[in-house]
């Protein structure tokens, strides 16, 4: 945790000038970094910085065109990902890779079941159980190795892959943005085992998007930009805000940009009594046009679910939606939209986009009548125009729309093909949930310009998102959800500042004290 | 964050090294008519026959029926589910339509609306058990593969209990002439069957690729969850193509009752393997999401001219099945290859 004898210990894995280049184009300048036992080294930087690339060579998916790595003051060039692990180097993933039709030991022990004897090979079951029930004491979880991993909930997901790291002894252990589908009380376990981890003299290398997070984990920051070092040092002598100006390569003043209008009169979206149990208890709520409505909650509040329910994915028991003065009665997603709704959901991949298709296709998706010429064949000039002129609204990094397939777009650039594809119908109600989730600073910025520009065309947006700062920042009011129930509703206060009670709101979110304040987030918002 | 951002394709893409360009072809629409071409000018030398008018006046009326009903399998292909129950519509719309226009016993015998009735209560056959696999498939959540399993062996079944009341052999012959002409009729010189195949390819051609329809159905077979989101009646595209394969495996069953000129519960029997493998071999995934009319086309005249070949060349029926069953397996391999490829890309 501390700096006290930096000079002495020589670093457990020091790396110099590594490049690396895909088809001839150089995606990393000469990255170094180094990393002394017992320490986290936080690596920050945009979609598309390096970040990546540079952990698969650590990781020995990739091998480098040039520079060098020393493991324990030994050279170190993995040929493949099997050798990476043998020489110490754990790496979590962002999607876990657990089986979850498997028990907890048999995803520990998938790569090499123990045998009884040479002669018999039968698993020995004792001796895994034995084991896992070590591991799984390591990373203070208590549950049984038998324990399915379906039934597990994210964050014991996560712990069970570190357990597994953990069982091949690892030198050092990479996080990949391990906090995104993380419930705060899952966050706070995960940053106490880090801290056992570090103190066991294991090396933490951690990649976050969340820079709270990597403040109050890491003890140092290395920050990449464009496939080369933008800066660092140590946590002490950095600042959020001074991490964005090396991420972004210029200083950000206001993450949040200015509105210019106030919310309208006229109710835009009215939910009555809406419940569904064990999902939704009496929620009621309205927005106005040109509202911002923040919905803070944590995961399994039933945030999304509300969502879903009044998008009519999900059914309820009971109660009453009306858009625009006119009622939404058994919503299916044809009438929510009809009605004048879009739908922004938390998981683009699997839910938001076709992958597989082209930036045109799946912007038009929503509106194919609109794009129909003669006979009501989709006329593809139509398209193609709609498309070019809609990936101007939003910035999209690219105009070849039909050429274009969505796989092949950054983070950032896929949600805006979803924002551009609800856009297109100029809905009257939308709801993004989690809309910046896993996008990068820049692209956070496009999503908050692009809300803003949809308030002050009178849309009511329902705004769902895990990061309060970004509630605070660009709500009008913010509910609060925990349970299913509503439990508050906070009005911004008018003049500068913050706007909102940080810790009131996070107080009814969670419906405990919150335990720990994270640090340098005033100073962004 | 992908490691090769699109430019650096883009860049590749222009230099094409001799593993891009096999890449290309392998990816291309026309990969399966260059297959064509290839085979073709290998067993020309065997069997010069092959390039005669006759040997390819009678590989168009083989193609003709196969190719209608594949275009069917190709809609259920495309939303990334299967269709076995087409050759068990074929037999029972032969059946059902020979029934109602046999002279002898007919329920429309005489009448001149024999033929149009027998036609109508076809197609009525094929929209009604594509619509029970679509409402099982949908409603049920039943796999289409069991579905179209079970509804294959209860019409087989079915066409041949029905047979038994109408004739006392083993199929209902006795049609009218007016039916007959279909398969050996002609307009200025184009056989009808082609009329009708053409015509059925060139609607369904413009409904994937151009309707509002086309796009909903794409939409379903890549991502069925995200089509939801989006709108899409995703039950309602399901059940449509199953309804359209159905109506073209009637389509199937009117040329082939016309052909034979007896309405057989066991006519197309063995087609099955012909058509799903005809729009495989195409290049329609299996996994959904992609596939052309044009593709099936290509498809269809690769498997008919294999069948040709092989039967000019005197193949046994047992080496022109290894032959067919190769053939297949190796574009479904293929078919994996293309999504490998497409992934890199």
Not at chain 1, 240 to 259: E, H, K, N, W, Y
Request: net charge neutral; glycine share 10%.
């Amino acid at each position: 945790m501390t700096d006290s004898h930096p000079a002495r210990t020589p670093p457990l894995l020091e790396v110099a000038g590594l490049t690396k280049s895909f088809f001839g184009v150089r995606v990393l300048h000469g990255i170094g970094y180094s990393l002394r036992a017992g320490e986290a080294l936080g690596l920050v930087g945009e979609n598309g910085s390096g970040k990546s690339t540079t952990m698969n060579i650590l990781g020995g998916v990739h091998q480098p065109d040039g520079g060098a790595m020393l493991l324990d003051s030994a050279p170190y060039a993995p040929a493949g990902p099997g050798e990476a692990i043998r020489a110490g180097i754990a790496f979590i993933h962002q999607e876990l890779n657990l089986f979850p039709n498997l028990t907890i030991e048999e995803n520990l022990f998938i790569d090499g079941f123990p045998r009884r004897s040479r002669l018999i090979p039968l698993i020995d079951r004792a001796a895994i159980r034995r084991r896992t029930e070590d591991l799984l004491a390591q990373v203070n979880l208590d549950l049984k190795p038998g324990t399915p991993v379906a039934r597990l909930s994210q964050g014991e997901r996560q712990l069970v892959e570190i357990a597994k790291a953990l069982g091949r002894s690892p030198k050092v252990i990479i996080f990949d943005e391990p906090t995104t589908s993380l419930t705060r009380r899952e966050v706070d376990r995960l940053f106490a085992i880090i801290a056992r981890l570090k103190a066991r003299g294991i090396g933490i290398i951690y990649i976050s998007h969340a820079l709270e997070d990597v403040m109050t984990v890491c003890d140092h920051v290395t920050v990449l930009r464009d496939g080369a070092l933008a800066g660092g040092g140590r946590r002490q002598d950095l600042s959020v805000p001074a991490i964005i100006a090396m991420m972004v390569g210029r200083s950000i003043d206001t993450v949040f940009p200015p509105r210019t209008v106030r919310p309208r009169a006229e109710e835009a979206l009215v939910v009555e009594d809406l419940s569904q149990p064990g999902v939704a208890e009496a929620i009621s709520f309205s927005i106005r046009a040109g509202e911002v409505l923040g919905l803070a909650g944590l995961m399994g509040s039933g945030r999304s679910e509300l969502a879903r329910m009044i998008f009519g994915l999900d059914r309820f028991a009971r109660g009453r939606i009306s858009v625009a003065g006119r009622p939404l009665e058994n919503p299916t997603p044809i009438t929510a939209m009809e009605a004048g709704i879009a739908f922004l959901t938390e998981d683009r991949r699997s839910e938001g986009l076709l992958m597989g298709f082209s930036v045109a296709e799946n912007m038009v998706l929503t509106s194919l009548p609109a794009v129909a010429g003669a006979l009501g064949l989709v006329d593809g000039r139509k398209v193609v125009d709609t498309a070019v002129s809609m990936a101007r609204t939003v910035h999209l990094s690219t105009e070849k729309v039909s050429d274009t397939l969505v796989k092949h777009l950054s983070g950032g650039n896929q949600q805006k093909v979803v924002i551009g594809k609800w856009l297109l119908r100029q809905p009257a109600v939308f709801i993004l949930d989690e809309p910046t989730r896993g996008i990068d600073v820049g692209a956070k910025q496009e999503v908050y310009r692009i809300i803003n520009q949809l308030v002050e065309r009178g849309s009511a947006v329902l705004l769902i998102s895990s990061e309060i700062e970004e509630l605070i920042g660009l709500s009008d009011r913010i509910l609060t959800l925990c349970r299913g129930e509503l439990t508050g509703g906070f009005e911004r206060s008018p003049g500068p500042g913050p706007g909102f009670d940080r810790e009131a709101i996070m107080t009814a979110a969670t419906g405990v004290a919150v335990a720990r304040t994270r640090t340098g987030t005033r100073d962004v918002a | 964050m992908t490691a090769v951002p699109p430019v650096d394709v883009e860049r590749a893409r222009a230099r094409p090294t001799g593993h891009l360009r096999l890449a290309r072809l392998v990816l291309s629409e026309y990969f399966t008519l260059v297959l064509c071409a290839l085979y073709l000018a290998a067993v020309y030398p065997f069997v010069p026959e092959m390039l005669t008018a006759e040997v390819a006046a009678n590989v168009l009326s083989d193609m003709m029926p196969l190719l209608v009903v594949a275009i069917g399998q190709t809609f259920v292909l495309v939303i990334a589910g299967i269709d076995l129950s087409v050759t068990a519509i074929i037999s029972m719309a032969a059946v059902v339509g020979a029934s109602v226009m046999t002279g002898t016993g007919g329920y429309l015998a005489g009448s001149p609306l024999a033929v149009p009735g027998a036609i109508l209560a076809m197609l009525l056959v094929g929209l009604a058990i594509g619509a029970i696999n679509g409402l099982s498939v949908t409603r049920l959540n039943m796999p289409s593969f069991i579905v179209t399993l079970a509804t294959r062996m209860f019409f087989a079944g079915a066409a041949i209990w029905y047979t038994t009341f109408h004739s006392a052999s083993s199929s209902i012959a006795d049609l009218p002439a007016g039916f007959t002409a279909i398969a050996e009729g002609d307009v200025l010189g184009v056989p009808v069957t082609v009329l009708i195949a053409v015509a059925v390819a060139v609607a369904a051609h413009l409904t994937l690729s151009r309707s509002r329809l086309g796009r909903h159905i794409y939409a379903v077979g890549a991502n069925p969850k995200a089509a939801r989101i989006s709108g899409v009646p995703v039950a309602r595209t399901i059940l449509i193509t199953f309804m359209i394969s159905g109506a073209c495996a009637a389509i199937t069953s009117v040329m082939y009752v016309s052909r034979m000129q007896t309405g057989s519960p066991i006519v197309g029997e063995n087609i099955l393997l012909d058509v799903i493998g005809a729009v495989v071999i195409g290049g329609t995934s299996l996994f959904g999401g992609k596939g052309k009319v044009l593709w099936t086309v290509f498809g269809v005249l690769f498997l008919v001219l294999l069948d040709t070949s092989m039967k000019l060349l005197g193949a046994s029926l047992f080496a022109i099945f290894i032959i067919k069953g190769g053939v297949i397996l190796l574009a479904a391999m293929i078919d994996t290859l293309r999504h490998r490829l497409m992934a890199t890309r």
